[in-house]
């Protein structure tokens, strides 16, 4: 459009300050400019105009998604550029502008009819209450914000999350920041003008945008200014689900991600810019931010992660792109995912199944910066609860225009394959197929390589107008299954990655008209499943759309989708068209608008529901389905929270995603909602040695502790941190190699062999090394010392230590855990080949132990009916690595927090208990290994080892366990072999 130029003097950089008062009685008028407003999104355009291509406006864009405005600006060169990138002849200063007329009024606000007294000819013109500003001053933003027209002294918010890129500047700024509210209508504009060209101004026309799009669920957290350093000083964090990807977002204060030149005075330009995802939302398990490398960190809700997404930067480069196991930093899981960082904006896009997540789940996330920059300050954020659901339905419709196609494949939501120029007639020959979701509908599009549905003047010379075109869909994703498109009336059809049909949709063409739409089984081809759906073409494209309760298809299903023409055009030449997978996935899991919490396993499920005013959930309404299948749960309502818990119908297996479906009445309206989770791996355990009863009157543990130090060995340990070492450890089974000796027990009472003094713990393991009187573990207060080991009062290293108690369990699922910098080996009964419940060693030789600081880890048991399970926890470590001292914590998750076994006072505390052999301290619990050495059996024992020739005895008392081992050769009579207490 119109551009001015003006001279003057000194000036405010920011904002220009001179605007006159708002020209009234302006009527907006059609003015034929190239410009679009396109229901929920405006589209602006602009010829080349402006001296400095930097600063010349090309496209202006906006649309809301959620409760943010999105605005997007393009130039005709580099937007933004750096010192380097300005123009020849031109200065590095430019101020970029959207004007919002938030009441759609050109008579009202501030008109860009005219700028400091010179008419900026404009067509359009809008009266603009909000101006949304991103300055540019050599090279580095100089100003960022929104403020008033009338008064731009008035300034409403300053450094939201922008972003630049090539020729285009992104913004996202939430509307209630700007005074607006979803469906009011506004006008949008925009101008440009810096010291670059002569303070020349280039102004473009106005569109008009209803506020009103997809809603979206979205955690948003920010955070104050509290770093010395703004490009590490997070200023706000937001995540949100994408098609089938994960989007994050994280603005600073200062530049994200800066070059060293932009790197702020006397800071390094070193920064660790991470996300922390709660998979299961979940601040018990997986690794806590409430404390970080010793020291609480501040946070008011935290989070416990199991995943963590970093972009480091460093020396004005990437440092590390990749997405790792929060609780085992050396397991990466992804390297090089989509990101950019831009303005005060990281951004970052990942897959969902590769953090292991799904649609439909709840997570937490939180988010820290940590660098060189700052003398290794740590930035760290609260956190927010985000349900991954993709936008829901609004985004596609039936008009012909496409635009929705391509903003839907952007965000990943769109499966697609394309297909060669290979037919005759370019209007029957098939350029593309695509497919997406959305509100129930299964949307479909064809492209051509000439026009789609031709009039008769637009056929091809030669050829005649009649076309069939058809989506083929395999509705079980089964190429044996339905009709094969490998062959086509007795004739191969050359395609390498044939489907089986069980649906055809097909529009029909003929003279320059309809002739046969409808879907159809492609075994029943005279019954139609649905006729004349809604569909509209231009130009190479059609587009459809058809329920998929019609189709027979329901939200969730995987199918395969093909495609063919056939026409007499071409002398009924046939293109096939080869497949592709898509997973009838769609926005949204329900319509609740009630606070959940959710949480799964493969035994049961627990819900809760918060009232919300007049909306107070009716107990009596709740119905629950898990898998599809009806469930009975216990409903409990206290203070305005509804629990819900539940059983599925059957014990789930590893790895699938279940589905728990919630209706209910609130406030007098039916809300229900949808909730999935994956499964996790658990182990079922075995009820053999289990109890049903034993004496109550011995609570707790019997402990046996070891240590063979560097004082004995010269190394920091023996067993070297893996387990099947420290079993042998803890038998007194390990010999120096020089002497030829034994290896005495340094938490023993006898300095002249090995013995292992027995010791009962009646509460709970709560232990660190320097403890009582110093506490380091953030999860539980009024630590202990460790048995035996703390008071010997030297250098402790080299520790295995074996726990054995009886746990008692409801029926159903457990979440256990430890929380150490040292191995372990848990397993279910007290000998160390019983079922594996928990392994955490260097026996892959991956140095994991110690790990940098105690963490959490955790595993999942169900135990298939009431009782007393025998536990035996094998905790082993080399030395202490960043914690002042080694420490050990035991513990169940319940209600969403950590809960120390066996705690006497917390009812929610699981019950630990001496039984048996494990009452008397000095008693000897029995236990077997056998080996294979060779042309040998090696037996290794603890208790009385009984020999017989058959299974049902007589067993022989062969020898004790000073014994032990004892080599049997297999050329011998095949002998059975077992231990029993002395």
């Known amino acids: 459009m119109q551009t001015t130029s003006n001279v003057r003097g000194p000036r405010r950089p920011l904002r220009p300050v001179s605007w006159a008062a708002p020209l009234l009685g302006l009527a907006l008028a059609a003015t034929g400019v190239s410009l679009h407003a396109a229901g929920e999104r405006a589209i602006i355009l602009d010829p080349q105009d402006l001296g400095d291509s930097s600063g010349d406006l090309r496209a202006v864009e906006a649309h809301v998604l959620g409760d943010h405005l999105y605005l997007s600006l393009t130039v005709q060169g580099v937007v933004a550029p750096s010192t380097a990138q300005t123009p020849e002849g031109k200065v590095n200063r430019y101020y970029y502008h959207w004007l919002l007329d938030t009441d759609n009024n050109p008579a009202t606000g501030r008109s860009n009819a005219e700028y400091e007294g010179n008419p900026t000819g404009v067509q359009q013109p809008i009266g ?6 991103v300055g540019w001053r050599d090279g580095k ?6 403020y008033d027209a009338l008064d731009d002294d008035n300034v409403f918010l300053t450094g939201f999350s922008f972003a630049t890129g090539g020729n285009t500047l992104h913004a996202v700024i939430p509307l209630a920041n700007l005074g607006l509210s979803p469906g009011q209508t506004i006008a949008v504009s925009a101008f440009q003008e810096g ?6 101004v280039d102004w473009m026309e106005s569109a008009q945008l209803a506020l009103t799009g997809p809603a979206l669920s979205q955690a948003h957290v920010a955070d104050a200014s509290d770093l010395g350093d703004s490009s590490g000083d997070i200023r706000a964090i937001t995540a949100h689900v994408e098609g ?3 989007r994050l977002s994280m603005t600073v204060e200062g530049i994200a991600a800066p070059s060293v030149e932009q790197t702020p005075e006397g800071k390094v330009n070193r920064y660790y810019y991470h996300w922390l995802l709660d998979t299961d939302n979940n601040p018990a398990t997986g690794r806590s931010n409430a404390e970080y490398e010793g020291n609480p960190t501040g946070v008011q809700k935290p989070l416990g992660a199991e995943r963590v997404v970093m972009i480091g930067w460093r020396d004005g480069k990437p440092n590390g792109i990749e997405v790792y196991d929060a609780v085992d930093d050396d397991n990466v899981f992804v390297t090089d995912f989509t990101s950019q960082a831009s303005g005060n904006t990281l951004v970052a896009s990942i897959p969902l199944a590769s953090l292991g997540l799904s649609v439909g789940q709840t997570i937490a996330v939180s988010a820290f910066q940590e660098g060189a920059s700052d003398g290794w300050a740590v930035d760290w954020l609260e956190s927010a609860s985000l349900t991954l659901e993709p936008p829901a339905g609004g985004r596609m419709k039936i008009d012909g225009q496409f635009q929705d196609w391509t903003e839907a494949a952007g965000a990943g939501l769109v499966a697609g394959v394309d297909d060669p120029q290979d037919l005759g007639d370019s209007s029957g020959d098939i350029k593309r197929v695509e497919a997406t979701v959305e509100g129930g509908y299964l949307y479909l599009r064809l492209a051509v390589h000439g026009i789609a549905l031709p009039s008769v003047e637009q056929t091809p010379e030669g050829k005649v107008n009649r076309y069939y075109y058809h989506w083929l869909l395999d509705a079980d994703n089964n190429p044996a299954t339905g009709r094969s498109n490998a062959e086509y009336e007795g004739n191969p059809t050359g395609v390498q990655k044939p489907i089986g049909a069980e649906r055809v949709i097909q529009i029909g063409w003929r003279n ?4 046969g739409v409808y879907a159809y089984d492609p075994l029943d081809e005279e019954t139609a499943l649905v006729e004349n759906f809604e569909f509209a073409h231009a130009g190479d494209s059609v587009e ?8 027979g298809l329901s939200p969730g299903q995987t199918i395969a989708l093909s495609a063919f023409q056939e026409g007499a055009s071409d002398g009924w030449a046939v293109d096939w068209v080869e497949s592709v997978v898509l997973t009838l996935t769609e926005g949204g899991a329900g319509n609740m608008t009630l606070e959940t919490l959710f949480s799964g396993n493969p035994y049961g499920f627990e819900i809760q529901v918060q009232d919300d005013g007049a909306d107070q959930v ?20 206290t203070g305005g929270v509804t629990t819900i818990v539940g059983r599925h119908p059957a014990l789930l297996p590893v790895g699938i995603l279940q589905t728990v479906s919630l209706s209910l009445t609130a406030g007098g309206q039916t809300q229900s909602k949808d909730f999935v989770f994956k499964v996790e791996p658990y182990t079922v355990l075995p009820t053999a040695g289990s109890l049903a009863n034993l004496d109550k009157a011995n609570p707790g543990w019997l402990i046996h502790a070891t240590m063979i130090s560097s004082a004995q060995s010269t190394v920091t340990s023996l067993h070297s941190n893996v387990a099947a070492l420290a079993d042998v450890q803890l038998a007194g089974r390990l010999t120096n190699e020089l002497t030829g000796t034994l290896y005495i027990n340094e938490a023993g009472d006898d300095w002249t062999k090995w013995v292992v003094n027995p010791v009962v713990e009646t509460g709970v393991v709560n232990w660190f090394e320097l403890a009582p009187g110093t506490d380091a573990s953030l999860n539980f207060p009024n630590d202990d010392g460790i048995p035996i080991i703390s008071s010997l009062g030297v250098v402790v290293e080299g520790v295995a230590i074996e726990l054995l108690t009886y746990l008692e369990l409801s029926e159903g699922y457990h979440k256990l855990g430890l929380y150490t910098e040292g191995g372990h080996k848990v397993t279910a009964g007290f000998a160390s080949f019983a079922p594996v419940l928990s392994l955490f060693d260097n026996s892959a030789d991956i140095q994991r132990v110690p790990t940098y600081y105690a963490r959490n880890q955790f595993f999942d048991v169900v135990a298939p009916q009431a009782g007393y399970y025998p536990l035996r926890v094998l905790w082993f470590q080399s030395k202490r690595n960043q914690e002042p001292g080694l420490m050990l914590e035991l513990f169940s998750v319940k209600d969403r927090a950590l809960q120390l076994l066996n705690q006497a006072d917390n009812p929610k505390s699981l019950r630990a208990y001496r039984a048996g052999v494990l009452i008397d301290p000095n008693a000897v619990v029995p236990t077997l290994m056998v080996q294979r050495q060779g042309a040998n059996v090696v037996l290794h024992w603890t208790g009385v080892l009984q020999l017989a020739d058959t299974i049902n005895g007589p067993w022989t008392d062969q020898a004790d366990d000073s014994q032990s081992p004892l080599t049997l050769p297999t050329d011998r009579p095949f002998r059975f072999a077992r231990s029993r207490s002395p």
Request: proline share 8%; net charge negative.
């Open 244 to 246: 089938e990807s994960l």
């Open 618 to 637: 009716d107990p009596a309404s709740v119905v629950v389905r898990s898998g599809g299948q009806a469930v009975t749960p216990t409903v409990n309502k």
């Open 544 to 551: 459809a759309r058809i329920r998929l309760a019609d189709l």
């Open 128 to 133: 603009a209450e909000r101006v949304v500003m």
């Open 195 to 200: 010291a670059s060209d002569g303070w020349a």
């Open 512 to 515: 320059g008209a309809p002739d």
């Open 141 to 146: 933003p100089n100003g960022v914000e929104v």
